[in-house]
């Protein structure tokens, strides 16, 4: 979990360096959705986990 909401952080940081190089701005929505995608699929098998009955 910690590294995908690393890569959501680098995803902010590149697209704030957008206001420096226009091209970041992409670059910086690309890891942000890769990031946020990885976030998701965390929370996806930690909900799983947690339904799963006892045995």
């Given at each position: 979990?910690?590294?995908?909401?690393?890569?959501?952080?680098?995803?902010?940081?590149?697209?704030?360096?957008?206001?420096l190089l226009p091209d970041l701005y992409v670059v910086g929505l690309i890891?942000?959705?890769?990031?946020?995608?990885?976030?998701?699929?965390?929370?996806?098998?930690?909900?799983?986990?947690?339904?799963?009955?006892?045995?």
């Open positions: 979990m910690v590294s995908a909401l690393l890569v959501v952080l680098l995803g902010l940081a590149l697209g704030a360096l957008g206001l890891v942000l959705l890769i990031g946020g995608i990885g976030v998701l699929v965390r929370v996806g098998d930690w909900y799983r986990v947690r339904q799963r009955p006892l045995q």
